[in-house]
């Protein structure tokens, strides 16, 4: 008698969280790895969940007035090194073509990290007057960044993203855009993810190469580590004026704009892991999820049983949802145990019995909930319960956020905490980088942000003890 096929087991996240991250991304079949490290394959299902977020975004920004371009991967040095603080940034994470077939090129070319210089080359040429604005551009590709230490999803060096680059004729304008961008990710987050946020703004030491401001939202994972799950610059003039972009006003007069830059990556798929999955595998949210819901015909060699779960399948993708049926001759076992691990929402079964009784059993992916389903009901009942499933992914995730941020009144009490219990740490802030890199230094956290719902927790900063400026977040991070 042959062997019953068996489903690759995971480490439990309690015994190695970080080997539980990659059993999920490599047995839930997300990622495979390439030839060259940091490089990874995203496999049919891990594309998929890109898909979903891509498509939910493309359609925001289109909304919005954006507009996608396609901008050169490669990059002349020359090009780069205009903005000086955006080139050092940048430097240790460039690859660079020295040489194209068996000539040596005159100028290195750099791989893109981020496209900023490419998109002022671009605006110096075709920007003259007030008419022109604003520039509303979103390009979605992959850049390339050449980090040391890699895993998948979380730290490629190849990763897939989308950088919008918008131009501006006022402040005002562009500083409304970086904004409004900002809550188009924390949206995402919240109601496609199910991934609660925290927003705030970056410290200088924190913010992107070359911006004025850098705005972020912060995530919590499982383990109460921080992830940065999107961000949105403002630059100011000073690319602008670093690649001569100038417009004639209203008034005729020569201005220089404002520019945005903002983005979001495939970062974001290690994090959906990071925030719901268990030791059972990968748990997606219903909204983003690419299959909402797996039908089982339960010993369906009986009479019936496979044409009434195909019947079942037909139904629900007539009404919308994105269904799959597994057919297969795997044991229902094996099958409950490849979607689990899968992470699809709702699993339905359907045998014998139940089509006698004129139903299914449902069973929710998220808490393991089992529901008696009419099948007469069904087109009302499975989006119900797909709703049901996302709150409440949603409110498990909050409920880990909220219990996982303590206030410290002193950098003893934040070290701590955080070597106790995790998660982010709230102090008052005198603003003083100093500051800063002795919290890193002594308490092992970095800054995550200057939440824009500021509390007032005292009136001194615990690390020097001079009157505080500021509220912050300050977390271990991915």
């Known amino acids: 008698m042959a062997k019953e096929k068996k489903v690759e087991q995971i480490t439990d996240m309690e015994v190695d969280f970080a080997q539980w991250f990659t059993d999920v991304c490599t047995k839930a079949e997300?990622?495979?790895?390439?030839?060259?490290?940091?490089?990874?394959i995203l496999r049919p299902y891990g594309y998929a969940l890109w898909e979903n977020i891509q498509?939910?975004?493309d359609r925001r920004f289109k909304e919005l007035g954006h507009e996608n371009v396609s901008m050169p991967m490669l990059i002349p040095e020359s090009l780069l090194q205009k903005e000086k603080d955006h080139v050092e940034g940048f430097a240790p994470e460039c690859a660079w073509?020295?040489?194209?077939?068996?000539?040596?090129?005159?100028?290195?070319?750099c791989i893109r990290p981020t496209s900023e210089?490419?998109?002022?080359?671009?605006?110096?040429?075709?920007?003259?007057?007030?008419?022109?604005?604003?520039?509303?551009?979103?390009?979605?590709?992959?850049?390339?960044?050449?980090?040391?230490?890699?895993?998948?999803?979380?730290?490629?060096?190849?990763?897939?993203?989308q950088e919008g680059h918008t131009l501006h004729a006022t402040e005002e304008e562009a500083r409304e855009e970086t904004l409004q961008m900002l809550e188009v990710y924390a949206d995402c987050c919240e109601h496609l993810l199910a991934m609660p946020v925290i927003r705030g703004?970056?410290?200088?030491?924190?913010?992107?190469?070359?911006?004025?401001?850098?705005y972020t939202i912060e995530c919590m994972m499982h383990d109460h580590k921080a992830l940065q799950?999107?961000?949105?610059?403002?630059?100011?003039?000073?690319?602008?004026?670093?690649?001569?972009?100038?417009?004639?006003?209203?008034?005729?007069?020569?201005?220089?704009?404002?520019?945005?830059?903002w983005g979001m990556s495939t970062r974001i798929i290690g994090g959906l892991i990071m925030t719901h999955g268990d030791n059972s595998g990968l748990v997606l949210p219903p909204r983003m999820a690419p299959i909402q819901v797996i039908v089982l015909p339960i010993a369906q060699h009986k009479p019936g049983v496979a044409d009434k779960a195909g019947e079942l399948v037909a139904r629900l993708k007539a009404a919308g949802i994105r269904v799959r049926g597994d057919f297969s001759d795997n044991s229902p076992g094996w099958k409950f145990a490849n979607w689990e691990m899968k992470g699809v929402p709702l699993r339905l079964e359907i045998g014998p019995k139940d089509l006698e009784n004129g139903q299914c059993v449902a069973v929710r992916r998220d808490n393991g909930e089992k529901a008696f389903l009419p099948l007469d009901r069904l087109e009302e009942s499975v989006p119900a319960l797909l709703e049901a499933v996302q709150q409440g992914l949603f409110d498990k995730a909050k409920k880990n956020l909220d219990e996982h941020c303590f206030a410290a009144?002193?950098?003893?009490?934040?070290?701590a905490l955080q070597a106790e219990k995790g998660g982010f740490i709230k102090t008052m802030w005198c603003g003083d980088p100093a500051c800063e890199a002795k919290m890193k230094e002594q308490a092992g956290m970095s800054s995550r942000c200057i939440p824009f719902q500021q509390e007032h927790l005292?009136?001194?900063?615990?690390?020097?003890?001079?009157?505080?400026?500021?509220?912050?977040?300050?977390?271990v991070a991915y």
């Open 409 to 415: 009144y002193s950098l003893e009490d934040a070290r």
């Open 30 to 40: 997300l990622v495979d790895y390439s030839g060259v490290k940091g490089l990874f």
């Open 117 to 161: 210089t490419l998109f002022c080359d671009h605006w110096s040429h075709v920007v003259h007057s007030w008419r022109d604005l604003p520039m509303k551009y979103n390009q979605w590709c992959s850049v390339l960044r050449w980090e040391k230490t890699t895993r998948p999803f979380l730290r490629g060096r190849e990763f897939l993203w």
């Open 458 to 475: 005292s009136d001194v900063c615990p690390i020097c003890g001079r009157p505080a400026k500021h509220m912050v977040y300050w977390g």
């Open 229 to 261: 799950s999107g961000t949105s610059h403002y630059f100011g003039d000073g690319f602008a004026r670093a690649f001569n972009i100038t417009f004639a006003d209203r008034n005729n007069q020569q201005s220089v704009p404002h520019e945005t830059s």
């Open 201 to 214: 703004n970056k410290t200088d030491k924190e913010k992107f190469a070359g911006a004025v401001n850098t």
């Open 55 to 57: 498509s939910y975004l």
């Open 97 to 109: 073509v020295t040489q194209g077939g068996s000539e040596e090129l005159p100028e290195r070319l």
